[in-house]
């Protein structure tokens, strides 16, 4: 069975920063993509961050480009954002979600989620 | 960007009903389209790919189609735990949502 776990969610205040974690079970981890997609309280679904099998492709949306780092360690299953800068605007449940070869690609299992909350 | 929006944002139907729910991208996706379903408090789930494939595991009574800017998820016998909201993403251009339709029984 595919089982995504995020987690190292909380609350933080404007321009700290914040590193989630999602690690990956049940399938071959080392031969997907992987994405971080996020939903504010209330509100529709938001990519956030692409990285390839092996890491050598890497793509953000432009709301959080030069203050988030995607990355992932294939030996220990897990996929990581790591937040700076964070804003109000960041807040919001932080999905991890398997992708297939490219960015280009739909989503066909997702984590539970973790929630940050930038907020002083 | 690629924008996508679905219609209604809010539908109610009856047991039984046949449902159908639009998404309309801003240019062409061809087929490039997935529809997912987010019950409260749950993560979403895959529905639907390339329009119209469905994915392994969802009742049949779910089907998509469409191709270009104009696509349809279709639920032919609405079951009460089909009540959530639905969402569609195009990923021909990087990733875009729709904002969702609500799904409630009437």
């Known amino acids: 069975e595919v089982q995504l776990v995020e987690s190292g969610g909380g609350l933080v205040q404007p321009g700290r920063s914040l590193k989630l974690s999602c690690v990956a079970s049940?399938?071959?981890?080392?031969?997907?993509?992987m994405n971080w997609i996020r939903q504010a309280p209330g509100k529709g679904l938001e990519w956030v961050a692409y990285?390839?099998?092996?890491?050598?492709?890497?793509y953000y949306a432009e709301t959080v480009k030069g203050r988030f780092t995607i990355s992932r360690d294939n030996a220990k299953n897990t996929l990581y954002l790591q937040m700076t800068s964070l804003r109000s605007e960041d807040t919001a449940l932080y999905y991890c979600?398997?992708?297939?070869?490219?960015?280009?690609?739909?989503?066909?299992?997702w984590g539970q989620g973790v929630m940050v909350t930038v907020s002083s | 960007d690629i924008q996508m929006t679905q219609s209604p944002s809010l539908l109610s139907a009856s047991v039984g009903d046949r449902v159908t729910l639009s998404c309309k991208a801003s240019?062409?996706?061809?087929?490039?389209l997935a529809w997912y379903q987010q019950k409260l408090g749950e993560a979403p789930k895959l529905l639907i790919y390339?329009?119209?494939s469905l994915q392994t595991g969802i009742p049949s009574r779910f089907s998509g189609s469409g191709y270009g800017t104009d696509f349809t998820l279709t639920i032919s016998s609405l079951q009460p735990e089909d009540v959530a909201t639905y969402f569609c993403?195009?990923?021909?251009?990087?990733?875009?949502f729709g904002a969702g339709t609500k799904l409630e029984l009437k």
């Open positions: 240019q062409s996706i061809y087929s490039s």
């Open positions: 049940g399938f071959t981890f080392s031969n997907y993509g």
């Open positions: 390339s329009a119209n």
């Open positions: 979600a398997r992708g297939l070869t490219t960015v280009a690609t739909y989503f066909d299992y």
């Open positions: 993403h195009q990923y021909y251009s990087w990733n875009t």
């Open positions: 990285i390839s099998s092996g890491s050598s492709y890497i």
